[in-house]
Each structure stands twice: as structure tokens, then as C-alpha cells.
């Protein structure tokens, strides 16, 4: 149960005043003529001074009607499970469809992710007012989607529907939403082996892993600036630990070691027999030591591509050495940065009020005090 | 026959009427005279009959002679009645216009007793205080002096204190001959001191009855809350729980009323506790009809 005006319990201060009328009722007893007082008892003589209740049960009734218009005016609304549904009807949200690359993807059962996602954006919205934002960018777009909220009554929320590569969305982003407005993650589930349709996988260390797709050759050559830093022996991770260098046909490595490093050993003997790996060797670049493939497949090139995918995937999977990045945001991340939609529900109580069974109480409650009253049918005799 | 309820016979104001409403109710039933025994003068023996009264039988005759012989008597003068009436501020209760207090009743009762002693051609007085001072008629018969009986009852006032046991031994000492003293009232003042003259009027020869008046809420007592009980004759309040003590107030009152009960059987009294809610019609038929019957 909430209460919605709380301060309404002060009005249980009211209580004193019918206890002081029932102890201070002696002072304005009413006077009974009787033909003699031999047979009432020197005992039952009630002292001048004392105080005492003479009608707990009247006493309490009244007590009880106070209470009750008190709870009344604290306007108590009851939290009942078919309510909690038919609130959340009433929430206006804010949807934000994720149309990044990623999300261009396929879902495991074959629909395109976007796709999926538009249909549950679309089933969201049919619950009340709502609007849908389509962005690559879903982490820019919630701050527009939370100053729209802004405008709107009631309760307010933001679900944001996207696959939730790294990066999609950073915590601070969360952190700069409004406290009352609610925040729910749909995420879309795709399909892992997408890839292999692939052809030619490259990846660059831009702080987080991303995975960029192409589907030809002309996609791949048209990675020009990656393709270059990959052939140019650029590092391809950002990993302190474990730095690896493809050394493409013509580039000159400078003085080299033998595989010495353990961590070297095992990334080697994971690449596959025929990844066109011409010699490993230890050497340094760019003044920090690494692991030096060297292969015989032209950059920019199908086979070039399927190399480095190769080296890359060695390298994910080594079991030494830092883990490998996650692609996506952990369900656990998305858990924390959830809001339920209780703490907006609260700023959409206004409107509703359970008082009135508080006021049919005290009414049913004045009712009996008043039986009780002329219950004592001589008491107002005199 | 048909009770006059007591509401009815609050409304008739004019007392004589009342009285004779009350009598000729009850006397609608065939009665002997209930009041005999000590005014008839024994006039001759004659043989007992079969159907005769063994009362009226010579026990002594038959002791010595081995013969029944029943006595004969003549009413030579007729019997007294003396009226004790209590005008105690208590017989005012209750003060409420809608209901019978019981002076009110008491009233009625002599008034109706008045009645029936004088329609039978016996004499009847009263005696009461008004004001500390007592307030005598002598027993007389005759239709004026009933009027006269009845408008002095009608004057009367329930106020002030009453001394019963005064009252009683002076009603004793005017009622030159032996007969009746019935003493109506509701007996709370002076317990012991009224039973005492009322034995010691009983030992000079008077037939002793006791009508003792209550009202039901005197027994029932159905206040609730803090009240301030008022004497109604001395004025003293007592701030009660009513509802507390009503438990206690009513063995009191049934203690109370048991106990006059058992003094007037022991002493040999006739005793009637009269409550205000029955009609007096009633009440007075019972009570008569088991004087009849001693």
C-alpha cells in the first residue's frame, strides 16, 4: 500500500481529543434523581479527582473513526497485482530502435534483427503514448528520447531495443536520465555464425573489438586505411601483454628472435596448417616487443584477410594472457542499468485513491458509535 | 376482566374515579369481604352444619363436650382501616410526567382501598406527613367522608422526609380500636426502627399490612456511564459507573426487597410489593385475594 499524502497522519493527533472528553466526561455527568443511594455502594463512588474510562468500547470507536478518516485523507492506494498491470498501460515510453550495423544482422531464426526489433518497438507502443526513435547511434538518442519524456504526464520510461553491441550504450548515458523516468533493455538476440558467409574479416584495436564485415574482395580492398596499418605491421590489438604484427610480403621487420615467449609458442601452433604463415619470429615495432607473423599472402587480398582472421582468431582464443573483450553488453550490465517502472509509477498515483474505503468505514463506524450511544437508553434521563 | 394499565390510570385524574375504576374492576370477580375477623362480635353457638366454615368451629366446645358447634357473629360496628401513607420524596420517583411514580400509585391504591372499606360500610383513615407534620383523618365511613379521604389524598405531595416509624406508632395509638393499619410505602427509611412499630402495633391488637411500592427501574437499574445519582430526598449526589455497579446495586435492591419479605412474614404482616409497571387493578386484586384466603 502507498500512501500518498503521508502527512495526513498527523491528524491521528486527533486522538486525544475523545479520550480527554472520555476522562474529562466526570466533570459533566448528567445528574440522576434517585429515590435513595443506600443500595449503589461507597465503593463504586467514583473519586472526585480521578480519572478513569467509563465506555472502552465507545472510546474505542470513536478512536477507530478518527483513524480511519485519517488514513482517508493520508490517501492510501492499494499496490494489487491487476493494477501494477493496467499501470504499466499507462506508461508513456520512449523507444529507441538500435539500426546500427550490427544490427543488420539475422536473428537465429532467420529474420533481420532490425526487423525483429521494429515489431517489438510496435507491440510496446500499442500499450499507450509512445514514440519511436530509429538510430545508429542509441547511446546519443537517449538523452532526446528523455527530454520528450520530459513533456509527458505520468509515468515515463525508455526502452531502448538493440542487440547492445560495446559500445551501444555507456553507463553515463544511463546516469543522465531523470530518476523518475524508467529505463528497460530489449535485446535482440542474432546468430553467431553469420560469419562464415564471410569472406574477409579484418579487425582493429579501436579500444573495444569491432568486428567489420565485408562480404568481396572490393569490400576489403575498400578498407584501405585498416588493410594499410595491417600490411604497414601495425599492432591489430590493443593488448599491453600480447602485441602481434602481420608482417605482409615486402615489409622489412628489422632484426628478429626466435619464438621464445610461451604465450608466442601457443598463438602460433593454434593457427591453422594452411593460414599462409611463412615463419614466426620475435621482434620489436614501434619500440615494444611482439610477435612477428610473417606470410606470403598479399594485403588487400582474399587470402590476406583470411589470414589475419586466422591470426585473430588464435589470438582470441589463446588461453594465456588478458581475455578477450566481450563483444556485447553482459545481461548482468543491463540488469543494473534497469529501472522498473515502479519508481515512475509513483509520480502516476495522483489521480487514484483508495480513500473512499476508508471514508465507508468511518461512516459504518459512526453508525455503530451511535448504536452504542443509545444503547444507554436512561444515561440522558436526567 | 380487563387490567387498567398503569398509563391509563395516570391519565385519570380525578382520583375518586380512578379508585372506583380499580375497585369495580376487581370487584367484578365474586369476593368476600377481605377485611373481617377482629370487628365482628360473637353473638350465639348453633350446631355445626355440614358446609360450615371450620374456622367458625368451637374447637374448645368439641374439646370438652365432644360436640361440633360453630359460632355465630354480628358485625356490631364496623371494621377500621388506618392508611399509612408515604409522602417521602422518594415516592416521586420517577419524575418523568410520562411515567407512574410511584407516589402517584400509592395513591391510587389507597384511594381504591378507601373505596372498597367504605362501599363495605367499615371506616377508614389516613395518616401521612406533609412537611414534618403529621396529617391525620380519623377512621370514619360514609360517602362524604370518602370524598373527603380521597381530596385530601389527591393533595398530597411527594417531598421532604418521612419518619415511618413516628408515623406508624401514632396511626397505632389514634386507631382507638383494634383493626387495620396498611402502610403504604416504598420502606428505604428507617429499616429497623419501622419494623420495630410496626411489631409493637401488631402486639396492641392491629392487623399489620405492608404495600411496599416500587418502580421497575428501581429494580432493573438500566443506567450506563458516569452518572451523578441525587437523593431525591436528601440531595446528595454520589458520582457512580453506573454500568459497573449495576450488578452489585441489584443484589442490593433484591437482598433489600427479600429481606421486608421475610420481616413481615415472620411478624405476621401482610406484605405486597407493588411495582409501578403493574396495573394497580391488578396488583390490589392480588393482594386482596390473599388476605382472603388467610
Known amino acids: 500500500m502507498i500512501w500518498r499524502n ?39 463512588q467514583i473519586a472526585a479527582r480521578r480519572l478513569r474510562l467509563h465506555d472502552p468500547l465507545l472510546l474505542a470507536v470513536r478512536i477507530l473513526i478518527l483513524v480511519m478518516a485519517t488514513a482517508a485523507l493520508a490517501q492510501p492506494y492499494f499496490d494489487r497485482p491487476d493494477r501494477q498491470s493496467r499501470g504499466a498501460r499507462t506508461i508513456t515510453r520512449a523507444i529507441v530502435v538500435d539500426t546500427s550495423a550490427s544490427m543488420q544482422r539475422a536473428t537465429p531464426a532467420g529474420r533481420g534483427a532490425i526487423e525483429v526489433a521494429r515489431d517489438s518497438a510496435r507491440t510496446l507502443a500499442e500499450a499507450g503514448a509512445h514514440t519511436i526513435v530509429e538510430t545508429t547511434a542509441p547511446s546519443q538518442a537517449l538523452a532526446g528520447a528523455a527530454a520528450w519524456l520530459n513533456t509527458q504526464p505520468g509515468a515515463r520510461e525508455v526502452v531502448v531495443i538493440s ?63 585498416l588493410n594499410a596499418a595491417i600490411a604497414a605491421g601495425a599492432p591489430i590489438k590493443d593488448d599491453t601483454t600480447r602485441r602481434v604484427a602481420i608482417v605482409f610480403p615486402g615489409f622489412d621487420a628489422g632484426n628478429t628472435q626466435p619464438v621464445d615467449r610461451p604465450w608466442m609458442g601457443d598463438l602460433v601452433a593454434r593457427l591453422p596448417a594452411d593460414s599462409l604463415l611463412l615463419r614466426a619470429a620475435r621482434g620489436t615495432i614501434d619500440g615494444s616487443e611482439q610477435l612477428l607473423l610473417f606470410t606470403r599472402a598479399e594485403p588487400g587480398t582474399l587470402p590476406g584477410a583470411r589470414f589475419v582472421s586466422a591470426v585473430l582468431d588464435a589470438y582470441d582464443t589463446a588461453p594465456s594472457g588478458a581475455e578477450r573483450d566481450p563483444d556485447v553488453l553482459a545481461d548482468t550490465t543491463l540488469a543494473r542499468w534497469s529501472r522498473e ?42 | ?18 379508585a372506583r375504576l380499580v375497585v369495580e374492576g376487581w370487584r367484578s370477580g365474586a369476593h368476600r369481604s377481605p377485611f373481617h375477623g377482629y370487628n365482628a362480635e360473637f353473638q350465639q353457638h348453633r350446631p355445626y352444619r355440614i358446609g360450615d366454615d371450620l374456622k367458625y368451629l368451637d374447637w374448645k366446645i368439641l374439646a370438652r363436650t365432644d360436640r361440633l358447634y360453630s359460632r355465630q357473629f354480628r358485625e356490631t360496628t364496623s371494621m377500621s382501616v388506618m392508611l399509612v401513607l408515604d409522602t417521602s420524596a422518594s415516592m416521586a420517583f420517577p419524575e418523568d410526567a410520562t411515567q407512574l411514580s410511584k407516589h402517584r400509585y400509592a395513591t391510587i391504591i389507597a384511594a381504591a ?28 365511613g360514609g360517602r362524604p367522608h370518602l370524598r373527603s379521604l380521597i381530596a ?8 421532604g422526609e418521612w419518619q415511618p416509624d413516628r408515623v406508624i406508632a401514632r396511626a397505632a395509638e389514634l386507631l382507638d380500636r383494634r383493626g387495620v393499619i396498611i402502610v403504604v410505602s416504598d420502606f428505604y427509611d428507617a429499616e429497623d426502627a419501622t419494623r420495630t412499630e410496626l411489631r409493637r402495633a401488631a402486639r396492641r391488637g392491629h392487623d399489620m399490612a405492608m404495600l411496599q411500592v416500587v418502580s421497575p427501574e428501581e429494580v432493573a437499574f438500566p443506567f450506563r456511564g458516569s452518572l451523578a445519582f441525587e437523593d431525591l430526598e436528601s ?42 409497571d403493574v396495573p394497580p387493578e391488578a396488583a390490589l386484586r392480588a393482594f386482596l385475594l390473599r388476605r382472603g384466603s388467610r
Open chain 2, 152 to 159: 385530601r389524598l389527591d393533595r398530597l405531595e411527594a417531598a
Open chain 2, 1 to 18: 376482566m380487563s387490567a387498567l394499565s398503569p398509563a391509563v390510570v395516570a391519565a385519570t385524574r380525578d382520583l375518586e374515579l380512578a
Open chain 1, 341 to 382: 517502472a515502479s519508481e515512475a509509477k509513483r509520480a502516476a498515483l495522483p489521480d487514484v485513491s483508495d480513500g473512499r474505503w476508508f471514508w465507508l468505514l468511518a461512516l459504518l463506524l459512526i453508525g455503530v458509535e451511535s448504536w452504542l450511544r443509545r444503547k444507554q437508553p436512561h444515561a440522558h434521563a436526567a
Open chain 1, 6 to 44: 503521508p502527512w495526513a497522519w498527523l491528524g491521528l493527533l486527533t486522538i486525544a481529543v475523545p479520550v480527554l472528553i472520555h476522562l474529562l466526561t466526570r466533570r459533566t455527568a448528567r445528574v440522576q434523581r434517585f429515590p435513595t443511594l443506600r443500595f449503589l455502594g461507597e465503593s463504586a
Open chain 1, 163 to 225: 542487440d547492445f553491441q560495446l559500445g551501444a550504450v555507456v553507463e553515463a548515458d544511463v546516469a543522465a536520465l531523470p530518476a523518475d523516468i524508467g529505463v528497460q533493455w530489449k535485446r535482440i538476440e542474432v546468430a553467431p555464425g553469420v560469419n562464415q558467409a564471410t569472406t574477409a574479416v579484418t579487425r582493429a584495436s579501436i579500444g573495444n573489438t569491432v568486428r567489420v564485415l565485408a562480404q568481396t574482395n572490393a569490400a576489403v580492398r575498400a578498407q584501405a586505411t
Open chain 2, 113 to 140: 382501598l378507601a373505596y372498597l372499606i367504605t362501599s363495605q360500610g367499615d371506616a377508614v383513615g389516613l395518616i401521612t406527613t406533609v412537611d414534618d407534620r403529621l396529617e391525620y383523618l380519623p377512621a370514619r
Open chain 2, 235 to 276: 440531595g446528595t449526589r454520589q458520582l457512580v459507573d453506573a454500568g459497573a455497579i449495576a450488578m452489585a446495586y441489584r443484589d442490593n435492591v433484591s437482598a433489600f426487597l427479600k429481606r421486608c419479605r421475610e420481616h413481615a412474614t415472620t411478624d405476621g404482616f401482610d406484605y405486597a410489593l407493588l411495582s409501578t
